[in-house]
């Protein structure tokens, strides 16, 4: 039985009484949402509004919790992506109660399996964060690895663990009979060999095949293969590997007869595939074929809260009767350190650190190493960002603003910031600030206000 709640927002509750008594019958028990309701639920309204908005907003913490919003009337067009920026999962009409609630129950079904298989030890222990894009991205990764067999194509730059996800789609993959997973590194292909490396070649084919061999195609035939950096392929390359993607057959060079070969395609770049397409060096007939789905992995910098957790989970590789704590010293430069090589440069700090560590207590500032310390003119990890606001101060107080005016200017600089962080979406923001949502549009309110004499005096 799944548990979710029900919030009503004006005169909706006699028409979601059915949906109710039909939610039941469908295995999910609806309650009145508490006043500080989180989780997964559904928000009934009539109208769109502010109100609407800023309750979806706040029951689903800015998107991290799934709501459904249903609708008790029809909503004007453009409305529901409103709904679903503001934190809706999916947003349902009320006319027919029995396919509305058979609609509900299918999506939070769903969801709450996807939400098992990420709390399941075989991802908990390879992929680590908490950070909501990292959360956000795992969903849909999840959902894509468990309940689809297109071809899946990875984005993410150098070390943010592309192949960890290849591996989890193979593992999560359903089928009950998949072989194994293979992994073709494509800047390790000498073009003029590449033709063996992808199809096999029979005895004879060239000068050395002295005997068959197969290809990729053949040995991921029944499982998945896996492409890295699939954006390194010639376009030579990519024309031929046409035929296979999209068909699934092959000849083997030197060979005259078709080969068969049923595999779930996983590709991985660093690269920008639009661009590459757009300067001629990435075909689109082959893109189009690689990315049914595509996501994008978060870069370390993007997620630095995750950063703690992730070294005490390398810490743990390295002691088996438990890792030692980190210092809050050591903590602060790990947070505060730049990671040009994302969770990949972690790890191997972390090793590092791990290597240099003697007996049971906790990784304190002597076990970090000597190229990784502060100059000794600087402070380190969390007092840098003191001294970047030291700066910036000094800047305002050598053009002449008082202490009001530096510290407004902060203010609407962290809103203005945490805003582009968060993409526009106003309840992470807030979150990310400290405060709360009406707080927060408070200010763009003030913020907005202040501008329009600007702009007016533009326009005349």
């Known amino acids: 039985m799944i548990e979710i709640w029900l919030d009503c927002l004006g005169d909706t509750a006699g028409q979601c009484e059915r949906v109710v008594r039909e939610l039941e019958h469908a295995d999910v028990a609806c309650h009145a949402a508490p006043p ?102 795992l969903r849909r990764v999840t959902d894509i690895a468990r309940f689809t067999s297109s071809p899946v194509l990875i984005r993410g730059e150098s070390g943010t663990g ?16 998949k072989r194994e997973l293979v992994v073709l590194d494509c800047t390790t292909v000498v073009p003029e060999l590449s033709g063996s490396e992808f199809f096999g070649h029979e005895r004879g084919a060239y000068t050395g095949a002295s005997s068959a061999r197969d290809g990729a195609f053949a040995l991921a035939d029944g499982g998945t293969l ?18 296979v993607v999209q068909e699934g057959t092959y000849k083997r060079v030197g060979g005259n007869t078709w080969q068969r070969a049923r595999f779930r395609l996983v590709c991985a770049t660093h690269r920008n595939l639009e661009q590459e397409m757009m300067a001629g060096r990435f075909r689109s007939d082959f893109y189009y074929r690689l990315a049914a789905w595509s996501c ?87 007092q840098t960002v003191g001294d970047l606001f030291e700066q910036a101060a000094h800047i305002g107080l050598l053009c002449g603003m008082r202490m009001k005016d530096i510290s407004g200017a902060a203010v609407e600089a962290s809103v203005r910031l945490a805003l ?41």
Request: aromatic fraction near 4%; proline fraction near 6%.
């Open 226 to 243: 896996f492409l890295d950096e699939v954006g390194e392929l010639p376009l030579r390359l990519q024309a031929e590997l046409l035929r």
């Open 296 to 382: 994008m992995l978060p870069p370390l910098r993007e997620r630095r809260d995750d950063i703690p957790a992730l070294a005490r989970h390398f810490l743990q590789g390295h002691f088996d009767d438990g890792a030692p704590a980190i210092g809050d010293d050591v903590l602060r430069l790990l947070i505060g350190r730049d990671y040009p090589g994302n969770v990949r440069d972690l790890r191997h700090l972390v090793d590092r650190i791990a290597y240099r560590h003697a007996g049971n207590g906790p990784i304190t500032l002597g076990d970090v190493p000597e190229e990784e310390r502060p100059q000794p003119d600087a402070r380190p990890g969390v």
């Open 36 to 137: 500080e309701a989180h989780g997964p639920g559904i928000v009934a309204f009539r109208v769109v509004s502010e109100e609407l908005r800023a309750r979806l907003r706040e029951r689903s913490r800015g998107g991290t919790e799934r709501v459904i919003a249903i609708a008790t009337e029809s909503i004007a067009a453009g409305e529901g992506w409103a709904l679903l920026q503001a934190g809706a999962a999916d947003i349902l009409p009320i006319d027919k109660p029995f396919v509305t609630a058979a609609a509900i129950a299918a999506r939070f079904k769903r969801w709450a399996a996807v939400d098992d298989l990420i709390e399941s030890p075989v991802v908990q222990r390879n992929l680590v964060g908490g950070n909501l894009s990292w959360c956000t991205f």
């Open 162 to 177: 592309k192949e960890l996800v290849a591996r989890l789609i193979h593992v999560l993959d359903p089928r009950a009979d």
């Open 420 to 460: 582009d962080l968060e993409q526009g979406n106003v309840g992470r923001a807030a979150e990310r600030l400290g405060i709360t949502d009406r707080a927060l549009q408070k200010r763009r309110a003030i913020q907005r206000e202040r501008q329009r004499p600007a702009d007016e005096a533009d326009c005349r």
